[in-house]
Protein backbone atom coordinates (compact mmCIF):
# COMPACT_ATOMS: atom_id res chain seq x y z
CA UNK A 1 0.00 0.00 0.00
CA UNK A 2 2.87 2.54 -0.89
CA UNK A 3 0.81 5.59 -0.68
CA UNK A 4 3.25 7.99 -3.47
CA UNK A 5 1.67 7.55 -7.02
CA UNK A 6 2.59 4.73 -8.81
CA UNK A 7 2.66 6.80 -11.64
CA UNK A 8 4.99 9.70 -10.51
CA UNK A 9 6.32 11.61 -13.10
CA UNK A 10 10.33 11.77 -11.64
CA UNK A 11 11.48 14.75 -14.06
CA UNK A 12 8.99 16.96 -12.23
CA UNK A 13 10.04 15.69 -8.79
CA UNK A 14 12.24 17.31 -6.33
CA UNK A 15 15.85 17.20 -6.90
CA UNK A 16 16.06 15.46 -3.34
CA UNK A 17 13.63 12.53 -5.00
CA UNK A 18 15.40 12.11 -7.98
CA UNK A 19 18.82 11.81 -6.56
CA UNK A 20 17.92 9.36 -3.85
CA UNK A 21 19.96 6.63 -3.94
CA UNK A 22 18.18 2.67 -3.83
CA UNK A 23 21.26 0.93 -2.66
CA UNK A 24 24.07 1.25 0.18
CA UNK A 25 26.34 1.65 -1.60
CA UNK A 26 24.56 4.77 -2.81
CA UNK A 27 23.85 6.30 0.73
CA UNK A 28 25.61 8.80 1.98
CA UNK A 29 25.92 9.16 5.99
CA UNK A 30 25.58 7.24 9.08
CA UNK A 31 28.46 5.16 8.42
CA UNK A 32 28.48 4.84 12.50
CA UNK A 33 25.28 1.94 10.95
CA UNK A 34 25.93 1.13 8.12
CA UNK A 35 29.81 0.81 7.41
CA UNK A 36 31.37 -2.63 6.64
CA UNK A 37 30.58 -4.97 9.44
CA UNK A 38 28.15 -2.36 11.39
CA UNK A 39 25.26 -4.48 13.12
CA UNK A 40 22.11 -2.53 10.67
CA UNK A 41 23.95 -3.15 7.58
CA UNK A 42 24.38 -6.82 8.13
CA UNK A 43 20.87 -6.73 9.42
CA UNK A 44 19.34 -5.47 5.91
CA UNK A 45 21.78 -7.05 3.73
CA UNK A 46 21.14 -10.30 5.46
CA UNK A 47 17.20 -9.81 5.30
CA UNK A 48 16.52 -10.17 9.07
CA UNK A 49 15.39 -7.17 9.82
CA UNK A 50 13.39 -6.24 13.32
CA UNK A 51 11.00 -3.83 14.25
CA UNK A 52 13.25 -0.29 14.80
CA UNK A 53 12.91 2.97 15.10
CA UNK A 54 15.33 5.67 13.26
CA UNK A 55 15.44 8.94 15.23
CA UNK A 56 17.20 11.77 13.62
CA UNK A 57 16.81 15.13 12.67
CA UNK A 58 15.31 16.75 9.44
CA UNK A 59 16.86 15.37 6.30
CA UNK A 60 19.29 13.32 7.48
CA UNK A 61 17.80 10.05 5.74
CA UNK A 62 15.54 8.45 7.73
CA UNK A 63 12.95 7.78 5.04
CA UNK A 64 15.77 7.58 2.13
CA UNK A 65 17.05 4.42 4.39
CA UNK A 66 13.89 3.12 4.70
CA UNK A 67 13.06 2.45 0.77
CA UNK A 68 16.68 0.95 0.64
CA UNK A 69 15.60 -1.43 2.79
CA UNK A 70 12.33 -2.24 0.95
CA UNK A 71 14.29 -2.95 -2.17
CA UNK A 72 16.82 -5.43 -0.04
CA UNK A 73 13.40 -7.79 1.42
CA UNK A 74 11.47 -10.25 0.13
CA UNK A 75 8.95 -8.78 2.80
CA UNK A 76 5.92 -6.80 1.51
CA UNK A 77 6.99 -3.52 1.94
CA UNK A 78 4.23 -0.68 2.80
CA UNK A 79 4.21 2.99 3.34
CA UNK A 80 2.15 4.69 5.92
CA UNK A 81 2.51 8.21 6.63
CA UNK A 82 1.46 9.54 10.06
CA UNK A 83 0.97 12.62 8.66
CA UNK A 84 -2.11 11.64 6.29
CA UNK A 85 -3.32 8.29 8.47
CA UNK A 86 -5.43 7.46 10.97
CA UNK A 87 -7.05 4.40 12.74
CA UNK A 88 -9.04 3.38 9.56
CA UNK A 89 -6.14 3.12 7.49
CA UNK A 90 -4.17 1.75 10.20
CA UNK A 91 -6.77 -1.16 10.97
CA UNK A 92 -6.81 -1.76 6.47
CA UNK A 93 -3.06 -2.30 6.83
CA UNK A 94 -3.19 -4.46 9.65
CA UNK A 95 -5.88 -6.94 8.10
CA UNK A 96 -3.71 -7.34 5.24
CA UNK A 97 -0.53 -7.82 7.00
CA UNK A 98 -2.42 -10.34 8.84
CA UNK A 99 -3.70 -12.15 5.80
CA UNK A 100 0.09 -11.95 4.44
CA UNK A 101 1.21 -13.23 7.74
CA UNK A 102 -1.32 -16.88 7.06
CA UNK A 103 -0.16 -16.70 3.42
CA UNK A 104 3.47 -17.27 4.96
CA UNK A 105 4.88 -13.56 3.76
CA UNK A 106 6.06 -11.42 6.20
CA UNK A 107 5.09 -7.22 5.83
CA UNK A 108 7.35 -4.21 6.53
CA UNK A 109 5.19 -1.14 7.62
CA UNK A 110 7.37 1.91 7.27
CA UNK A 111 5.67 4.81 9.18
CA UNK A 112 7.03 8.12 8.90
CA UNK A 113 6.71 10.73 11.55
CA UNK A 114 5.38 8.21 13.88
CA UNK A 115 5.80 10.14 16.68
CA UNK A 116 2.45 12.32 15.05
CA UNK A 117 0.15 9.55 15.88
CA UNK A 118 -1.34 9.92 19.50
CA UNK A 119 -1.14 6.85 21.95
CA UNK A 120 -4.64 5.25 20.70
CA UNK A 121 -3.28 5.17 17.25
CA UNK A 122 0.25 3.87 18.33
CA UNK A 123 -1.73 1.20 20.46
CA UNK A 124 -2.96 0.43 17.20
CA UNK A 125 0.34 -1.13 15.80
CA UNK A 126 1.26 -3.21 19.31
CA UNK A 127 -0.44 -6.34 19.18
CA UNK A 128 0.41 -7.00 15.68
CA UNK A 129 3.95 -6.20 16.28
CA UNK A 130 3.72 -8.65 19.28
CA UNK A 131 2.51 -11.72 17.57
CA UNK A 132 4.56 -10.83 14.11
CA UNK A 133 2.35 -9.75 11.58
CA UNK A 134 4.07 -6.66 10.85
CA UNK A 135 7.43 -6.12 10.79
CA UNK A 136 7.50 -1.94 12.15
CA UNK A 137 10.37 0.83 11.26
CA UNK A 138 9.29 4.04 12.48
CA UNK A 139 11.34 7.47 11.62
CA UNK A 140 10.86 9.90 13.77
CA UNK A 141 12.80 13.71 14.56
CA UNK A 142 11.30 13.62 18.21
CA UNK A 143 12.96 11.66 21.31
CA UNK A 144 11.39 8.14 21.14
CA UNK A 145 11.53 7.60 24.78
CA UNK A 146 8.60 10.40 25.30
CA UNK A 147 7.07 10.21 21.62
CA UNK A 148 6.59 6.46 21.57
CA UNK A 149 4.78 4.29 23.87
CA UNK A 150 7.17 2.83 26.03
CA UNK A 151 5.41 -0.93 24.99
CA UNK A 152 5.43 -0.46 21.45
CA UNK A 153 9.26 1.24 21.88
CA UNK A 154 9.95 -1.86 24.41
CA UNK A 155 9.74 -3.92 21.66
CA UNK A 156 12.15 -2.23 18.83
CA UNK A 157 15.56 -1.31 18.42
CA UNK A 158 15.88 2.59 18.27
CA UNK A 159 18.55 3.83 15.79
CA UNK A 160 20.13 7.05 16.12
CA UNK A 161 21.16 9.41 12.96
CA UNK A 162 23.14 11.99 12.81
CA UNK A 163 23.30 15.41 11.01
CA UNK A 164 25.28 15.08 8.31
CA UNK A 165 29.03 16.19 8.37
CA UNK A 166 29.78 18.92 5.72
CA UNK A 167 32.78 16.74 3.72
CA UNK A 168 29.45 14.00 3.55
CA UNK A 169 26.58 17.09 2.46
CA UNK A 170 29.65 18.58 -0.32
CA UNK A 171 29.83 14.80 -1.82
CA UNK A 172 26.22 14.38 -2.16
CA UNK A 173 26.45 18.23 -3.64
CA UNK A 174 28.85 16.90 -6.24
CA UNK A 175 26.84 14.11 -7.05
CA UNK A 176 23.61 15.35 -7.19
CA UNK A 177 25.74 18.32 -10.04
CA UNK A 178 27.05 15.19 -12.05
CA UNK A 179 23.00 14.14 -11.73
CA UNK A 180 21.54 17.43 -13.32
CA UNK A 181 24.88 17.91 -15.72
CA UNK A 182 23.78 14.30 -17.47
CA UNK A 183 21.00 15.43 -18.07
CA UNK A 184 20.88 19.04 -18.68
CA UNK A 185 19.72 20.53 -21.82
CA UNK A 186 21.84 21.43 -24.19
CA UNK A 187 23.62 24.96 -22.88
CA UNK A 188 22.28 24.51 -19.51
CA UNK A 189 24.97 22.97 -17.57
CA UNK A 190 25.96 23.79 -14.21
CA UNK A 191 28.94 25.35 -13.67
CA UNK A 192 29.85 25.70 -9.89
CA UNK A 193 33.15 25.74 -7.76
CA UNK A 194 33.59 23.43 -4.93
CA UNK A 195 33.96 26.13 -2.62
CA UNK A 196 30.74 27.24 -3.15
CA UNK A 197 29.51 23.53 -2.46
CA UNK A 198 30.78 24.15 0.50
CA UNK A 199 29.23 27.11 1.80
CA UNK A 200 25.56 25.76 0.43
CA UNK A 201 26.78 22.22 2.58
CA UNK A 202 27.77 24.45 5.65
CA UNK A 203 24.58 26.44 5.27
CA UNK A 204 22.43 23.27 5.18
CA UNK A 205 23.78 22.48 8.61
CA UNK A 206 23.92 18.62 8.39
CA UNK A 207 20.50 18.87 6.39
CA UNK A 208 21.01 17.24 2.52
CA UNK A 209 17.28 17.66 1.77
CA UNK A 210 17.98 21.41 3.08
CA UNK A 211 21.52 21.53 0.79
CA UNK A 212 19.86 19.45 -2.25
CA UNK A 213 16.87 21.70 -2.61
CA UNK A 214 18.99 24.93 -2.08
CA UNK A 215 21.25 23.42 -5.18
CA UNK A 216 18.30 22.73 -6.69
CA UNK A 217 17.10 26.91 -6.63
CA UNK A 218 20.38 27.88 -7.87
CA UNK A 219 20.49 25.30 -10.82
CA UNK A 220 17.20 26.11 -11.51
CA UNK A 221 17.70 30.08 -11.69
CA UNK A 222 21.11 30.35 -12.71
CA UNK A 223 22.02 27.22 -15.13
CA UNK A 224 24.16 28.15 -17.79
CA UNK A 225 25.24 31.28 -16.23
CA UNK A 226 28.49 31.69 -14.44
CA UNK A 227 28.30 31.42 -10.23
CA UNK A 228 29.92 33.82 -8.34
CA UNK A 229 29.25 35.21 -4.59
CA UNK A 230 26.42 37.30 -5.84
CA UNK A 231 24.45 34.44 -7.48
CA UNK A 232 25.55 32.27 -3.86
CA UNK A 233 23.95 35.24 -1.54
CA UNK A 234 20.57 35.39 -3.02
CA UNK A 235 19.77 31.95 -2.24
CA UNK A 236 21.69 31.58 0.86
CA UNK A 237 20.91 35.05 2.35
CA UNK A 238 23.26 35.03 5.09
CA UNK A 239 26.76 35.92 5.74
CA UNK A 240 29.40 32.91 6.38
CA UNK A 241 30.84 33.41 9.09
CA UNK A 242 34.47 31.42 9.85
CA UNK A 243 32.98 28.69 11.79
CA UNK A 244 33.38 24.93 11.46
CA UNK A 245 31.08 23.05 13.88
CA UNK A 246 33.92 19.95 13.97
CA UNK A 247 37.43 21.69 13.83
CA UNK A 248 39.59 24.28 16.02
CA UNK A 249 37.20 27.18 15.93
CA UNK A 250 34.38 25.33 17.32
CA UNK A 251 36.35 24.86 20.26
CA UNK A 252 38.05 28.19 20.23
CA UNK A 253 34.63 30.08 20.12
CA UNK A 254 33.02 28.03 23.01
CA UNK A 255 35.84 28.56 24.86
CA UNK A 256 35.43 32.05 24.25
CA UNK A 257 31.88 31.65 25.84
CA UNK A 258 32.59 30.05 28.64
CA UNK A 259 35.75 32.39 29.68
CA UNK A 260 33.83 35.60 28.65
CA UNK A 261 31.15 34.21 31.42
CA UNK A 262 33.50 33.00 33.85
CA UNK A 263 35.03 36.82 33.55
CA UNK A 264 31.45 38.35 34.52
CA UNK A 265 31.63 40.32 30.74
CA UNK A 266 28.18 39.74 29.67
CA UNK A 267 28.85 42.08 26.20
CA UNK A 268 31.42 39.43 24.90
CA UNK A 269 29.62 36.71 26.07
CA UNK A 270 26.45 37.68 23.94
CA UNK A 271 29.18 38.06 21.14
CA UNK A 272 30.52 34.94 21.27
CA UNK A 273 26.75 33.09 21.38
CA UNK A 274 25.80 35.24 18.52
CA UNK A 275 29.16 33.84 16.34
CA UNK A 276 27.72 30.52 17.09
CA UNK A 277 24.08 30.50 16.61
CA UNK A 278 24.71 32.23 13.68
CA UNK A 279 27.64 30.38 12.62
CA UNK A 280 24.76 26.68 12.65
CA UNK A 281 25.68 25.53 15.68
CA UNK A 282 23.28 23.29 17.49
CA UNK A 283 21.27 25.24 20.01
CA UNK A 284 21.06 22.38 22.34
CA UNK A 285 24.84 22.60 22.51
CA UNK A 286 25.68 25.36 23.40
CA UNK A 287 22.85 25.30 26.10
CA UNK A 288 24.17 22.02 27.54
CA UNK A 289 27.57 23.79 28.15
CA UNK A 290 25.47 26.68 30.08
CA UNK A 291 23.88 24.23 32.01
CA UNK A 292 27.07 22.63 32.63
CA UNK A 293 28.62 26.62 33.03
CA UNK A 294 26.03 27.31 35.73
CA UNK A 295 27.18 24.42 38.21
CA UNK A 296 30.83 24.61 37.50
CA UNK A 297 31.77 28.05 37.75
CA UNK A 298 28.58 30.41 39.58
CA UNK A 299 27.33 26.88 41.99
CA UNK A 300 25.94 27.40 45.38
CA UNK A 301 26.69 31.23 44.99
CA UNK A 302 23.44 31.10 43.16
CA UNK A 303 21.69 27.93 42.48
CA UNK A 304 19.01 29.84 40.11
CA UNK A 305 21.68 30.06 37.47
CA UNK A 306 21.19 26.41 37.01
CA UNK A 307 17.67 26.46 37.06
CA UNK A 308 17.80 29.24 34.36
CA UNK A 309 20.25 27.16 31.86
CA UNK A 310 18.16 23.73 32.05
CA UNK A 311 14.89 26.13 31.38
CA UNK A 312 16.86 27.86 28.86
CA UNK A 313 17.77 23.53 27.41
CA UNK A 314 14.10 22.81 27.58
CA UNK A 315 13.30 26.22 25.61
CA UNK A 316 15.88 25.32 22.87
CA UNK A 317 14.41 21.79 22.57
CA UNK A 318 10.53 23.01 22.43
CA UNK A 319 10.84 25.76 19.75
CA UNK A 320 14.54 25.64 18.12
CA UNK A 321 16.01 27.93 16.53
CA UNK A 322 15.94 31.13 15.58
CA UNK A 323 13.38 31.90 18.36
CA UNK A 324 15.39 30.10 21.11
CA UNK A 325 18.48 32.87 20.80
CA UNK A 326 16.69 34.53 23.16
CA UNK A 327 16.28 32.39 25.74
CA UNK A 328 19.71 31.39 25.57
CA UNK A 329 21.04 34.60 25.53
CA UNK A 330 18.64 35.23 28.64
CA UNK A 331 20.50 32.73 30.33
CA UNK A 332 23.87 33.57 29.34
CA UNK A 333 23.34 37.17 30.65
CA UNK A 334 22.33 35.27 34.13
CA UNK A 335 25.08 33.44 34.04
CA UNK A 336 27.74 36.26 33.44
CA UNK A 337 26.58 38.38 35.99
CA UNK A 338 26.14 36.36 38.53
CA UNK A 339 28.37 36.10 41.49
CA UNK A 340 31.35 33.20 40.43
CA UNK A 341 32.48 30.19 42.70
CA UNK A 342 33.73 27.14 41.47
CA UNK A 343 33.73 25.61 44.60
CA UNK A 344 31.45 22.79 43.93
CA UNK A 345 33.97 21.82 40.40
CA UNK A 346 36.95 21.79 43.09
CA UNK A 347 35.35 19.63 45.83
CA UNK A 348 33.73 16.94 43.28
CA UNK A 349 37.59 17.01 41.95
CA UNK A 350 39.29 16.71 45.28
CA UNK A 351 36.29 13.72 46.46
CA UNK A 352 37.25 11.56 42.97
CA UNK A 353 40.75 11.78 44.08
CA UNK A 354 40.27 10.30 47.29
CA UNK A 355 37.79 7.83 46.23
CA UNK A 356 39.89 6.72 43.25
CA UNK A 357 42.93 6.17 45.89
CA UNK A 358 40.19 4.07 48.36
CA UNK A 359 37.88 1.89 46.02
CA UNK A 360 38.21 -0.93 48.40
CA UNK A 361 37.48 1.28 51.90
CA UNK A 362 34.77 -0.10 53.60
CA UNK A 363 32.09 1.79 54.11
CA UNK A 364 31.04 2.17 58.52
CA UNK A 365 29.25 0.13 59.78
CA UNK A 366 27.01 2.72 61.51
CA UNK A 367 25.75 4.09 58.50
CA UNK A 368 25.28 0.58 56.43
CA UNK A 369 21.57 -0.90 55.80
CA UNK A 370 20.90 -4.12 57.73
CA UNK A 371 17.64 -5.61 56.01
CA UNK A 372 18.89 -9.65 57.45
CA UNK A 373 19.27 -10.95 60.70
CA UNK A 374 22.65 -11.66 59.71
CA UNK A 375 23.92 -8.54 58.81
CA UNK A 376 22.80 -7.57 62.35
CA UNK A 377 24.63 -9.74 63.92
CA UNK A 378 27.82 -8.53 61.97
CA UNK A 379 27.01 -5.06 63.65
CA UNK A 380 25.69 -3.40 60.33
CA UNK A 381 23.60 -0.17 61.31
CA UNK A 382 24.88 -0.70 64.95
CA UNK A 383 24.96 2.74 66.73
CA UNK A 384 23.39 4.43 63.96
CA UNK A 385 21.92 8.09 64.53
CA UNK A 386 18.98 8.95 63.13
CA UNK A 387 19.45 12.84 63.13
CA UNK A 388 15.13 13.79 63.01
CA UNK A 389 15.76 12.51 67.02
CA UNK A 390 17.88 15.17 67.83
CA UNK A 391 16.86 18.17 67.87
CA UNK A 392 19.11 20.08 66.09
CA UNK A 393 18.66 17.18 63.38
CA UNK A 394 21.82 16.61 63.43
CA UNK A 395 24.75 14.39 65.00
CA UNK A 396 28.37 13.48 65.26
CA UNK A 397 27.94 10.03 63.43
CA UNK A 398 31.01 9.48 61.50
CA UNK A 399 30.08 9.02 57.96
CA UNK A 400 33.58 9.18 55.84
CA UNK A 401 35.82 5.88 55.80
CA UNK A 402 38.33 6.21 59.03
CA UNK A 403 41.10 7.08 56.75
CA UNK A 404 39.45 9.99 55.03
CA UNK A 405 37.68 11.55 58.31
CA UNK A 406 37.79 15.27 59.00
CA UNK A 407 38.74 15.37 55.26
CA UNK A 408 36.77 18.57 53.93
CA UNK A 409 36.21 18.83 50.20
CA UNK A 410 33.09 21.23 49.32
CA UNK A 411 34.69 24.71 50.22
CA UNK A 412 32.05 27.73 50.27
CA UNK A 413 33.40 31.25 49.27
CA UNK A 414 32.65 34.09 50.29
CA UNK A 415 30.87 35.07 46.81
CA UNK A 416 26.88 35.87 46.50
CA UNK A 417 24.20 33.17 48.64
CA UNK A 418 27.41 31.01 49.08
CA UNK A 419 28.29 33.38 51.98
CA UNK A 420 25.59 32.54 53.64
CA UNK A 421 26.14 28.93 53.02
CA UNK A 422 29.54 29.25 54.38
CA UNK A 423 27.95 30.36 57.71
CA UNK A 424 25.82 27.86 57.44
CA UNK A 425 28.13 25.16 57.25
CA UNK A 426 30.26 26.59 60.42
CA UNK A 427 26.84 26.19 62.30
CA UNK A 428 26.60 22.67 61.49
CA UNK A 429 29.93 21.91 62.44
CA UNK A 430 29.61 23.78 65.98
CA UNK A 431 26.66 21.79 66.22
CA UNK A 432 28.46 18.62 65.27
CA UNK A 433 30.69 19.24 68.33
CA UNK A 434 33.58 20.81 66.52
CA UNK A 435 35.44 24.66 66.73
CA UNK A 436 32.64 25.99 64.36
CA UNK A 437 34.94 27.03 61.93
CA UNK A 438 34.01 26.78 57.95
CA UNK A 439 35.68 24.24 55.83
Excluded at 382 to 402: E, F, R, V, W
Aim: charged share 20%.
Amino acid sequence: MDQQSLFQDMAYAPLAARVRPDTLEGYFGQQHLLGPGKALRQLIEGDRIPSMVFWGPPGVGKTTLARIIAKYTNAQFIDFSAVTSGIKEIRGVMEKAESNRFLGQKTILFVDEIHRFNKAQQDAFLPFVEKGSIILIGATTENPSFEINSALLSRCRVFVLYALAQEEIEALLKHAVAYLNENAAAGQRLEIEDRYLGMIAGFANGDARGALNTLEMIATNAAGTVIDDEVIGQFISRKFLLYDKGGEEHYNIISALHKSMRNSDAQAAVYWLARMLEGGEDPLYVARRVVRFASEDIGMADSEALKTAVAAYQACHFIGMPECSVHLTHAVVYCALAPKSNALYTAYGAAARDAQETMAEPVPLVIRNAPTRLMKDLGYGSGYQYAHNTADKITDMQCLPDNLAGHAYYRPTDQGREARVREWMAKLEALRGGDGTPP
